[in-house]
């Protein structure tokens, strides 16, 4: 069982700045993404990445905002977000699956999930 650890996320005022973690103990895949959930509404995509960096893909809402990173030696992926607005509140989930998908905004396409880190941004 594949197990991944969210944290970071705590109460941030409009246009301040947070970096979510997600410890990934084991093996490491070949990809790894960000969604997250509003009150009321369905889960989203943020954004993907490969774990060799060959493709780091972005939602259009936080293109420019956001950006993904990982250090191969902690075994941990970044989102490092900048900019925070009131709609960027939600929590926020970290998941991988084996290989990388041309369809990587599509959370059916990911087998292993994290518990979530609440991100409130108030105004």
């Known amino acids: 069982q594949v197990q991944l650890v969210e944290s970071g996320g705590r109460l941030v005022q409009v246009g301040g700045s947070l970096r979510l973690s997600c410890a990934v103990p084991?093996?490491?895949?070949?990809?790894y993404a960000w969604f997250r959930q509003a009150p009321g509404k369905e889960r989203e995509f943020v954004a993907a990445m490969r774990w060799n960096l060959a493709a780091i893909r972005y939602a259009d809402s936080v293109k420019g905002r956001f950006t993904l990173s990982r250090d191969i030696t902690q075994k941990t992926v970044y989102l490092q977000m900048n900019g925070l607005k009131a709609e960027d509140t939600a929590i926020y989930y970290c998941?991988?699956?084996?290989?990388?998908?041309?369809?990587?905004?599509?959370?059916?396409?990911?087998?292993?999930w994290g518990q979530g880190t609440q991100v409130t941004v108030s105004s």
């Open positions: 998941t991988t699956r084996a290989s990388w998908t041309v369809a990587y905004y599509d959370e059916k396409n990911y087998a292993y």
């Open positions: 084991g093996r490491t895949f070949s990809a």
